[in-house]
């Protein structure tokens, strides 16, 4: 089902990688010189930058993508890796491969991965999608994409092999040079999650999500470890404060993905319906997640990288003026949402 060069797994990439990683304590976060960060080098991490578009989205995501070579890959050339719903095009994969020296491949969606599950009424979720007031509300194709970025992404047979992914998208900015590798940083510290902007959720999309969420942690204490975030999505009344990380930028040991818990808790609201009978988003499931089953510890603020997504974006501080981001802090506001400032308030 991978178009061209697409059907060889990932793991030719990484041959000999666990001798580039014997190598960790030399990386002082310059790539320079070191031939792991070639093209065809061995990277320190087994990692990608990977995308869920399709070939409409072209422009939006060379756009993106010259910035993110110019900002950081053209120095680390960590592989791309696209995946799409239906074949990608030869123009697309010119496109892409144009603006790149590292490797790239190009998957199509696994059958079930994109659609609805058997047990799902689609009278019920058309009648949501006619009657719905909010953003995407009559869109089918975005709740088959929250579904997807939620439970399957991270078994695409081409991130098997993947230890850490950066997800990235189309019409994005990246305001800053990055003169690290974000994701042998992850690694050395033992962080599983990775943000950069942490809104609210629009309440009418989630109507049920924390209910449900309630649910599943009274049906498994046993998933739920002492210490945890779970201080940052729940009231002192028990309420949900509906913030989440904004899951269009996020880095993710993906073994946090992978885990029996994950899966358990991706069950247990794909069952629920909520991806369809209202439209639960995966960045509100992520984030979640992370809230129950991970620590302060485990969670990096990357607040380092100056980032914009349409409707929003952040800039860190003293950027106008020095350093080594072009951006305004007084149009990148994200820092100041009432999230970012829970987060930094939780222990």
Request: charged fraction near 25%.
């Amino acid at each position: 089902i991978f178009a061209s060069r697409s059907n060889t797994s990932t793991h030719g990439l990484y041959t000999g990688w666990g001798s580039a990683l014997s190598n960790l304590g030399k990386y002082g976060g310059n790539a320079e010189g070191l031939s792991e960060y070639s093209p065809q080098g061995t990277k320190p991490v087994k990692a990608a930058l990977v995308a869920l578009i399709r070939n409409d989205d072209l422009y939006g995501m060379r756009k993106a993508m010259r910035e993110l070579e110019d900002r950081w890959n053209h120095k680390y050339n960590y592989p791309y890796i696209f995946l799409n719903d239906q074949p990608f095009s030869e123009e697309f994969k010119r496109g892409i491969r144009d603006l790149t020296k590292a490797p790239v491949q190009f998957g199509v969606l696994e059958p079930g991965t994109w659609g609805y599950p058997e047990w799902i009424d689609k009278e019920k979720a058309k009648k949501e999608r006619e009657t719905a007031s909010y953003i995407k509300g009559h869109s089918e194709s975005y709740r088959f994409m929250c579904r997807f970025q939620s439970g399957f992404v991270h078994k695409h047979p081409l991130l098997r092999d993947l230890e850490f992914y950066w997800r990235i998208e189309p019409d994005v900015h990246y305001y800053c040079d990055i003169d690290y590798d974000p994701f042998l940083y992850m690694k050395k510290n033992g962080l599983k999650y990775g943000w950069n902007i942490a809104p609210d959720e629009y309440e009418p999309t989630v109507r049920t999500l924390w209910n449900t969420t309630k649910d599943f942690m009274k049906k498994n204490p046993q998933m739920i470890p002492e210490k945890n975030l779970i201080d940052w999505v729940s009231n002192k009344d028990g309420s949900y404060t509906k913030c989440h990380f904004w899951s269009n930028f996020e880095i993710v040991d993906l073994s946090f993905y992978r885990s029996p818990q994950y899966q358990a808790y991706f069950d247990h609201l794909d069952k629920a319906g909520g991806f369809f009978y209202e439209r639960w988003g995966d960045a509100p499931i992520h984030s979640l997640a992370v809230a129950m089953f991970l620590k302060k510890s485990e969670v990096h603020y990357f607040d380092d990288v100056g980032y914009y997504h349409p409707a929003m974006s952040h800039c860190p501080k003293g950027s106008k003026e020095r350093g080594k981001c072009v951006c305004d802090p007084q149009e990148g506001w994200s820092n100041d949402f009432g999230c970012a400032k829970r987060w930094r308030s939780i222990s």
